[in-house]
């Protein structure tokens, strides 16, 4: 019995001795406009997170336009900055000044309203792309984004493509 307990004690402090990448590294914030997490409450978080993903889901079918951030056309750093300026956050207008904006997050915890940011260059891990988080789940993450193919529309982690051209996520909220 004492043991059982004391190997019990000993897995409980092990398991307990975590260390995390960021705990002494500072995330580097870009632009202040975005509000911090420790000012918002969950539900207003998830409220503006909501507001944030309904506003781009309007744009769910529009073509794809480099530059664009209307419903003429839409590229994808365009529909992250246009969604966001709906609730007045401000946001960079590149998805490279994006990428360094906001709090990294593990992909195992992203919320509603994250960014996710993609490498699809052949043989590059530079970023070039990027999705608002519209539904996530363990083991499940869906994104909205503009696409060169097909123009805005929502896509899935899961997926082979994105799931190996996936390089970070970002939380702006």
């Known amino acids: 019995m004492q043991k059982s307990l004391l190997i019990l004690l000993c897995l409980f402090c092990f ?3 975590k260390s995390t990448k960021n705990a002494s590294k500072p ?7 975005a509000p911090t997490r420790s000012t918002n409450t969950s539900s207003t978080y998830e409220t503006t997170a909501e507001s944030i993903i309904d506003y781009a889901k309007t ?6 336009k480099y530059g664009g951030t209307t419903k003429k056309g839409m590229d994808c750093s365009g529909l992250v900055v246009t969604s966001f ?12 000044q994006l990428a360094v904006t906001g709090d990294w997050v593990d992909v195992k915890e992203v919320k509603k309203g994250d960014l996710l940011f993609f490498a699809t260059n052949k043989n590059s891990r530079n970023v070039n792309h990027v999705g608002i988080v519209t539904e996530s789940r363990t083991g499940f993450v869906e994104f909205i984004h503009a696409s060169t193919s097909r123009g805005v529309m929502i896509s899935e982690l899961s997926e082979k493509y994105w799931y190996f051209a996936f390089v970070q996520a970002r939380r702006i909220l």
């Not at 995330?27 to 406009?33: A, D, H, V």
């Not at 744009?59 to 794809?64: A, I």
């Not at 300026?85 to 490279?96: C, G, M, W």
């Open 27 to 33: 995330s580097k914030r870009t632009y202040k406009s």
């Open 15 to 17: 398991s307990a001795c």
């Open 85 to 96: 300026k709906k609730e007045a956050i401000q946001l960079p207008r590149t998805t490279s």
């Open 59 to 64: 744009f769910d079918g529009v073509k794809y």
